[in-house]
């Protein structure tokens, strides 16, 4: 067998992803089954039973990787420090005292420290525990102290801690749980720079590396940042993997384009790397056991430099595998460096299954090296003509190999990166070069240095530019609905079924009929789970619901989104949530585009904003670029308001319409009846937003309505009383997220609502003497921070209530 390590490689691939996904009480029968299987495998190695006995095995490793797998998963969903530290977490700030993992990382919000935690202390009484903790320190002083809080050192802070946020939204993955299985288990945050105190230096090797990436950034910065700041940040991200100076738009252009993958360290540049070392060693006349032995120790230093994140681990373990089995003068394929690889990292971490950079690492590689392996002998052999053709053949194979992967994970089809990797790939090797050379020249020369900085600026700089691909064919690229896991597997599954076909033995005619129908069967699994994953034709073909009237108010945090699905399939959206604090956290890709995805919309026939507040319309951009609506409506215009007015010049890209709705507005929509009681006409020019110009929306299907207020006051619900007739069955969502500006009781004795919606966040301070109100006339309160998604289904006689965490209502006249 030539690649004799992918047995026990795929067998702890099988059984890590088993051990993921399934409940952990069956860690009892995985242990006892590895057991059993050791003890067969034993039995037949001394019966001379080679092939049962590689069965065992294989058995073995799939049984202990599941019951591995399945203990994290465990830790994962309820770490230890998570629980012992409840009681701290409810105390107000707690003292805490950990090692820093990453140096630390400015951005809009403060300064972030990541640490593993060692101990805390509260009233005076210290316990130790372990546990990674993320820290946002506010305050001016954070940034001037940054530059001490380095990766190593043992610092000491006070600190308000919480359990991650997470969102509770179907479609919508678990970040709590992302989180836990990448380490972080509590985030926090710190009032001031002034109260992180450096109790301890790192050791030898993590201070020197630390002031390596110091040096790093200073210099690229000096000597590349010079042309422009975007150009050092992105050499500084291709060399140290530090992300923190990109701006939010550069990463996202990239992404579109699928060249993101270049400014993230990971094989590739290992690759350039470990190649440029075995050239400079082979010039210097060193011998090949001597050249493989430096570039391993100089691979491993730069993993050490950068941090030792998980995709430099993988690519860094795998180059050395690859080197040390040179060594051994071993000749087996290049796949089992990978297998090897693979087995390990998942032995010594079985939870990195679940991480979608463990399969885009291991699934382009194996995609490239199974692909260009077959199509090697068809490779021309003038090297002005292979080397571009096998570059293409890399990132077709590649293509292939993930495109499923990046449909469901990240909801976003690309193929632009088949052409523009012929610019990417040379100018982040250009980059990376120039930025490698930049760092060690400023000693000696800063002029010398200026000018290869400025060589690593047109490196990063074109790098950037070609993404502009996208703008001029932007169907090369687009987001759509994850496609559901069958057709993934059946995809995978094709392609196994195509290369097994290649091994069928015999040389007969029938022999060689048999390998013609089952590669042509295969074929055809590909193609036809390949267009589906591409096309997803579920939302296309039904689109919504049919025959009843579906609201979902989306769990967004502190903020608004609402879905409307019609009996007649349309769909519209009111809101698109937001943050308050202006962070850069896109909700409307991240959060909102899939959760309405999951409830079947493909397209919106009018994105609804109530107001301009950022909770509400700060998701609003993605919606557009993902649902891409037929109309946009707002009430009271903002001229100087910066969202609306992108949004307005993106709507006039788009050519989508512009509608102004205001009190009176009466809209049909099939046997649905859409009112508009708020606003009136603006008296005077709007300088900023008022909560009070909110849109309030009546739907009416039969005997039931809906109240949808957005975040009006007291005042704007005293005049509103009076105007609202009596509805046999209604239901509001709950003005202002609970606030105790609103709700009124006069407002709700003129409504007598039956279900009141409450979308809040871990941050919303919610109105105790408004739910009470609530309770006071009779309404059952359901609230996203509890309850997650909450769907409203309704045939015109009666409400039935379903939320994301399993609570139900039905609500008859």
Not at 737 to 747: C, D, I, L, M, R
Request: a positive charge; hydrophobic letters at 50%.
């Amino acid at each position: 067998m030539s690649i004799p390590a992918a047995v026990p490689a795929l067998a702890i691939v099988v059984g890590a992803s088993l051990g993921v996904l399934t409940d952990p009480a069956w860690i009892v029968p995985a242990v006892v089954l590895m057991l059993m299987a050791w003890c067969g495998a034993v039995l037949t190695f001394f019966l001379n039973r080679p092939r049962v006995c590689v069965a065992a095995a294989a058995v073995v490793f799939f049984a202990g990787s599941w019951a591995l797998a399945t203990r994290a998963s465990l830790d994962a969903a309820r770490p230890p420090l998570r629980i012992a530290m409840a009681p701290a977490l409810r105390a107000g700030p707690v003292v805490i005292e950990g090692r820093l993992i990453d140096d630390a990382a400015p951005g809009e919000a403060g300064v972030g420290l990541h640490l593993e935690l060692q101990r805390w202390t509260i009233d005076s009484v210290t316990t130790e525990g372990a546990g990674g903790v993320r820290l946002t320190v506010g305050g001016a002083l954070g940034f001037d102290r940054a530059k001490e809080w380095r990766a190593g050192r043992l610092v000491r802070v006070p600190a308000l801690l919480r359990e991650p946020g997470r969102y509770q939204d179907p479609g919508v993955p678990d970040g709590r749980l992302q989180l836990a299985r990448k380490g972080t288990v509590l985030v926090g945050s710190v009032k001031s720079g002034a109260l992180v105190e450096v109790r301890e230096r790192g050791g030898w090797v993590a201070e020197a590396a630390a002031g390596v990436r110091h040096l790093a950034r200073t210099h690229v910065g000096r000597h590349v940042g010079r042309y422009d700041r975007q150009s050092a940040a992105i050499v500084v991200a291709i060399l140290i993997g530090d992300r923190v100076g990109l701006d939010d738009e550069v990463q996202r252009r990239l992404q579109e384009a699928g060249t993101y993958h270049v400014i993230a360290i990971s094989g590739g540049n290992i690759a350039i790397l470990a190649g440029l070392m075995l050239w400079l060693l082979r010039l210097a006349g060193a011998g090949r056991r001597t050249g493989s032995c430096v570039t391993m120790a100089v691979l491993v230093a730069y993993a050490v430099v950068v941090g030792g994140g998980a995709s430099v681990v993988r690519a860094t373990l795998m180059a050395v595998i690859y080197l040390l089995a040179r060594q051994a003068d071993y000749r087996g394929a290049p796949l089992n460096a990978l297998a090897v690889t693979c087995g390990l990292i998942l032995l010594a971490t079985p939870g990195a299954v679940a991480d979608v950079g463990f399969s885009l690492t291991f699934g382009a590689t194996l995609g490239i090296m199974i692909g260009v392996g077959l199509a090697a002998s068809w490779l021309p052999r003038a090297p002005w003509l292979r080397a571009p053709i096998a570059l293409l053949l890399t990132s077709l194979c590649a293509e292939l190999a993930l495109f499923p992967v990046a449909a469901r994970v990240f909801a976003r089809v690309t193929f632009a990166g088949l052409a523009l990797n012929f610019v990417a790939i040379p100018m982040m090797t250009l980059a990376q070069v120039a930025g490698m050379v930049v760092v060690p020249l400023a000693w000696i020369s800063t002029g010398a240095a200026d000018a290869v900085g400025y060589l690593a600026h047109l490196g990063a700089f074109y790098l950037v530019r070609s993404a502009a691909l996208v703008d001029l064919a932007p169907w090369l690229t687009y987001r759509l609905p994850p496609p559901h896991a069958l057709p993934v597997a059946g995809y995978y599954a094709g392609w196994a079924l195509w290369l097994g076909a290649r091994t069928l033995r015999g040389t007969t005619a029938r022999a060689a009929r048999r390998r013609r129908t089952a590669r042509t069967f295969a074929a055809c699994i590909v193609i036809g789970c390949g267009a589906w994953i591409l096309v997803e034709p579920i939302t296309w073909l039904a689109p919504g619901v049919r025959g009843r009237l579906r609201l979902a108010v989306l769990d967004v945090g502190h903020g608004d989104a609402i879905l409307i699905q019609l009996p007649d399939r349309r769909s519209l959206l009111i809101d698109a949530g937001g943050s308050m604090s202006g962070s850069s956290f896109d909700i409307g890709g991240r959060i909102v585009a899939p959760a309405v995805w999951a409830f079947g919309t493909r397209r919106l026939d009018a994105l609804i904003l109530s107001h301009g507040d950022p909770d509400h319309t700060g998701g609003a951009a993605s919606v557009v670029r993902d649902f891409h609506p037929r109309e946009i409506w707002e009430g009271v215009s903002v001229p100087g308001l910066v969202v609306t007015q992108a949004l307005r010049q993106q709507a006039a890209a788009a050519r989508i319409r512009w509608v102004i709705r205001r009190a009176g507005d009466i809209v049909r929509l099939g046997d649905v009846t859409l009112r508009v009681w708020h606003p009136p006409p603006p008296d005077w020019e709007r300088r900023g937003v008022r909560n009070d110009d909110s849109m309030v929306i009546e739907l009416r299907y039969g005997d039931v309505s809906v109240v949808l207020p957005g975040d009006i006051g007291r005042d704007v619900e005293r005049t509103l009383a009076t105007q609202f007739g009596p509805a046999p069955l209604r239901a509001i969502k709950v003005p202002h997220h609970g606030s105790s500006t609103s709700s009124s009781w006069e407002f709700l004795s003129a409504l007598q609502p039956r279900v009141a919606l409450l979308s809040a966040g871990s941050t919303t301070r919610v109105s105790e003497d408004v739910l009470r109100r609530y309770h006071a006339i009779g309404a059952a309160v359901y609230r996203t921070d509890e309850h997650g998604a909450i769907t409203l289904d309704t045939d015109g006689r009666s409400l039935v209530i379903r939320t994301f965490t399993g609570a139900t209502g039905v609500f008859t006249k």
